[in-house]
């Protein structure tokens, strides 16, 4: 497996809305209302979207993103990624109070996928990705990478 | 509102290991022609076999691969298979997919020929749900595969993202 950078993504998450026990796990939305993007083929910024998250009985947190991304020429890109987290339950307790903590001391890892009608950009609706997150205070930063 | 340069907030490098090569046998393919969202077929898989670093066995008869070929020419992949491990275990195995080459190759595929894996890009993103102690690692992390289409199915090299 070899990879390159596509981009850095940072989002802003709003307080988040706990929905509590559901059938699944434990439910609680992510709204992300802003964020910025950056790498060698685009820019831009978060229109907005969330991030639906599941925790599961074996205390793996599932992920489950959809944000729309506009490219700084005014491209739209749809973005949705499925994803893990997990790691000792003190880096968890920590994430949870707002802490910032060493990145490899938890995994969160993802699998975004793109789509969008602009030419420019059709390569993001041909490709395969893989990204390491970063749970920062006010949302998340990751690193978003091509498989090639 | 941190940086991109801020290099301590920055996430773990990406890397990854081998996890396991699943080569999939197939039987005929199912064509359900023209729909709204492009052209479906479905590749029900007779058998296969698996082994990796950790873990090793057979793909039991069943399951399937969803087959879109999209508007853009990309073919989208969607299977769904049960692996058994030499001690018995089974894995609930899934990945969707993208594969696309140029059209030489993709004739190459119609006619049921070998065609070098550097011509085409054919990349998965597996999952993997097990309820078996010793593999529960699989229901933990996340993954990619580097496929290879062979005349009679296909082999997939699944690398662990670390």
Redesign the interface.
Known sequence: ?T?RLLM?L?V?VSPPQKLGAVPHGTRVIAPIMSGTF?GPRLRGKVLGGGDWTLSRS?A?LELDLRITLETDDGALISMTS???R?GPPEVLAALTRGE?VD??SY?????P?FETSAAKY?FL????A?????R?P?GP???I?E?L | MPTFEDEGKRPAEITSRPLLTVKIIAAPLQKFGAIPYGVRSFVPVAGGDFEGPRLRGKVLPGGGDWLLLRSDGVLELDLRITLETDDHALIYMTFQGLRHGPPDVITAFSRGEVVDPARYYFRTVPRFETSAEAYAFLNRIVAIGVGETRPDGAVHRIDEIL
């Open positions: 497996m990879s850095m940072q802003v950056e074996d793996v499925f994803g893990l997990h910032s990145p490899s995994y969160f890892r993802t699998a996928r059709a609706n041909r490709l395969v893989i990204a390491s997150g970063n920062l006010t930063i990751y690193t990478n498989i």
